[in-house]
């Protein structure tokens, strides 16, 4: 059973920035294409970032230039450095990735980005 755990969430004004992680309870190069995925109310989850087991990283069209997705190997954690923060990142951002076939989600953490 492959566990993902977000922590990072929080209250934070338009322009600032937070970082989100997501711990892994196994080797994350196990772990195909992680990536992080939001979901606003009254909306589907969409596309943040995601990050390949190679490394080669993808941005939604609305979070290019100023999210950043990394990844710790030794710490079996996956980031989602977040700057200049706007009113519309807001939302519950999960966690993401497949294990042989297996599709996994984190519970989520809470982002709201107050203007």
């Known amino acids: 059973q492959v566990q993902l755990l977000e922590s990072g969430g929080g209250l934070v004004q338009a322009g600032g920035s937070l970082r989100l992680s997501c711990a892994a309870s196994?080797?994350?190069?196990?772990?195909?294409?992680m990536g992080w995925y939001r979901q606003a109310p009254g909306k589907q989850r969409d596309l943040v970032a995601t990050?390949?087991?190679?490394?080669?990283?993808k941005y939604g069209d609305s979070v290019k230039g100023r999210f950043t997705i990394f990844r710790d190997i030794a710490k079996k954690t996956m980031y989602l450095q977040m700057n200049n923060l706007k009113p519309e990142d807001t939302g519950v951002y999960y966690c993401?990735?497949?294990?042989?076939?297996?599709?996994?989600w984190g519970q989520g953490t809470q982002v709201t980005v107050s203007s």
């Open positions: 990050i390949s087991t190679g490394g080669s990283t």
């Open positions: 993401n990735g497949f294990v042989r076939g297996s599709q996994y």
């Open positions: 196994v080797n994350i190069f196990s772990i195909n294409d």
